[in-house]
């Protein structure tokens, strides 16, 4: 399997405590102006387990690196 198919098959996986998961996920932003706060919930709708907010910058070009479009 290669890195992309990894990634977005990792998707899904529960992750035991203190363990990692790599993973990935592209959102389409309106503005950089205002900070982007990701929130990890256990499940779609489950209790939030954790948050971090991201101050933007400029937006820059980034090349697709995981070979997904």
Do not use: C, H, R
Request: net charge positive; glycine share 14%; aromatic share 6%.
């Amino acid at each position: 399997m290669n890195y992309a198919g990894k990634i977005l098959n990792n998707q899904n996986k529960s992750i035991k405590k203190g363990g990692k998961l790599e993973g990935a996920i592209a959102y389409n932003l309106d503005s950089n102006k205002i900070p982007v706060t990701l929130k990890a919930t256990k499940g779609v709708d489950g209790p939030k387990i954790g948050q971090k907010t991201f101050k933007l910058g400029k937006f820059t070009a980034q090349s697709n690196k995981l070979g997904v479009n």
